[in-house]
């Protein structure tokens, strides 16, 4: 099951996700880098992770203007990374500019963040009418139309997209132990239940690096059998 893994290595130093890494990589299917990391190590600590030889998933989820997204998506191709996340708000016309021009890279669309929920009703706060599943298969049929690779979404949706469009790869965050709190994730579930959702890659951040990361993978991928 390590090939549906990315471990999230949400650090502010390149010390910390190479010492990580190295712990796990024989179990896992690739690493996923986000903001905290990008800026407190720069690219230089973008490339220093493709020495293990692994898919780097570039989650910066980059929402602005087209011609500023399409040389975000150019510029991926000189730091190594295989994947990057695009927030489906860009709207299709944008999406489909960065798939046609950009062939390197499997870009992976942002829905609802895992965050977010209708008990606190975040989306109207925001000035959304939809409320997180309406909203999600809005910006879903988009990834589908534009041809992205895939979307990010919460294990709850993962039906939803599959409905829509089955060749949509759905990557999971909000993957928690049974036994863990939801902190501020709101929309979890366990490691077993996403995949059994349909969920094609997890993407786990807490539950692997709290305590020993190598007996939390071992469990988590124990779970999966």
């Known amino acids: ?25 024989n179990h896992i299917f690739g690493i996923k880098i986000g903001l905290q990391y990008v800026t407190s190590t720069g690219i230089d600590g973008v490339k220093a992770l493709t020495k293990f030889n692994l898919p780097i998933l570039y989650d910066v989820k980059a929402f602005d203007i087209k011609n500023t997204v399409k040389g975000f998506a150019k510029s991926l191709k000189k730091i190594g990374v295989s994947y990057a996340t695009i927030h489906l708000l860009n709207g299709e016309e944008t999406l489909k500019s960065i798939v046609e021009e950009v062939k390197d890279i499997k870009f992976i669309g942002v829905s609802v963040l895992t ?4 008990y606190n009703k975040d989306l109207e706060k925001l000035g959304f009418k939809d409320d997180v599943k309406n909203q999600v298969q809005r910006l879903v049929k988009i990834a589908s139309k ?13 039906k939803i997209v599959k409905k829509i469009d089955p060749k949509l790869l759905c990557f999971t965050p909000g993957i928690r132990l049974e036994s863990s709190n939801n902190d501020d994730q709101k929309r979890t579930m366990s490691a077993k239940e996403a995949i059994d959702e349909g969920s ?7 539950p692997l690096t709290s305590g020993n990361p190598e007996e939390n993978i071992k469990k988590i991928i124990k779970s999966l059998e």
Do not use: T, W
């Not at 099951?1 to 990589?25: H, R």
């Not at 534009?146 to 993962?158: D, I, K, T």
């Not at 094609?200 to 807490?206: F, T």
């Open 200 to 206: 094609d890659y997890l993407i786990i951040g807490r």
């Open 1 to 25: 099951m390590k090939k549906n893994i990315f471990v999230a290595c949400d650090f502010s130093s390149q010390d910390e996700a190479i010492s990580l890494i190295e712990q796990i990589k």
């Open 146 to 158: 534009a041809n992205l690779h895939g979307v990010v979404c919460s294990p709850l949706e993962v």
């Open 115 to 118: 965050s977010f929920s209708d």
